[in-house]
């Protein structure tokens, strides 16, 4: 159906709690996906594995990792807060991944999608060990994406930056005219990506219309990195 481009797939979401987690399960849904909603924490290293086979058939992973971003010097950085950041954003990727894999090379047909961040394609002060792990992330999709195109599965990510979500941008944040002042100076849309706007090109990336990506990252940031 025109109307309904993700009809018949099954899709796990990861963190649907937070950070974009919410909107895609909205949008999703209505684009006729049959959503598995996960808000399980996962550093540990056999969630993920322990996640998708309970969830059965995976047509599609929006990997959605996410936590409030540390703001460090780079100096002050320790390794608490590295292997934390890490292991949030960093570890669980490469095992949700080799978890939902074989069933999709099986078939030959599956997407993953990365919730990522432009933070890695823009230096960033303060944000050290965040833009590492976010790069990291993105890094590691462009590999992967590249490796499993020849088994028709396509890996990708958005790297985003001054979107609309709760977990980077409450509304505590964007209330504050000192923030305003700031998307006008460093945004050239001079405003916050829609949650919606960000959402629907999630799921487009994740319907058949888009079987021709492999290992791409896509900023979605209003201008920011390009800057």
């Known amino acids: 159906m025109a109307d309904a481009p993700l009809a ?3 899709v796990l979401i990861t963190q649907a ?5 919410p909107v895609l399960c909205e949008v999703f849904a209505a684009q006729g996906a049959e959503v598995i909603a996960s808000t399980e924490a996962l550093p540990d290293p056999g969630a993920p594995a322990a996640l998708v086979d309970a969830s059965g058939v995976i047509d599609v992973l929006v990997a959605n990792l996410a936590l409030p971003a540390p703001s460090t010097p780079a100096l002050d950085v320790d390794e608490a807060e590295w292997t934390k950041v890490f292991g949030c954003l960093v570890d669980p990727l490469p095992r949700l991944c080799r978890a939902v894999l074989p069933q999709m090379v099986a078939r030959r047909a599956g997407k993953i999608l990365l919730m990522g961040s432009a933070s890695a394609l823009r230096g960033m002060k303060r944000a050290s060990t965040y833009s590492a792990a976010r790069g990291a992330q993105l890094a590691y999709v462009q590999a992967l994406g590249v490796e499993m195109a020849p ?9 985003q930056n001054f979107v609309d979500n709760p ?6 944040v964007q209330a504050n005219p000192r923030f305003q002042e700031r998307l006008q100076r460093e945004v050239p849309l001079g405003r916050l990506v829609g949650a919606q706007e960000d959402a629907a090109f999630a799921a487009y990336l994740c319907s058949d219309a888009a079987n021709c990506f492999v290992g791409q990252v896509f900023p979605v940031c209003g201008g920011w990195v390009v800057r």
């Open 151 to 159: 088994h028709g599965v396509q890996v990708n990510a958005i790297a």
């Open 17 to 21: 709690d937070a950070f974009m987690g």
């Open 167 to 172: 977990t980077y941008f409450p509304p505590e």
């Open 8 to 10: 018949g797939k099954r």
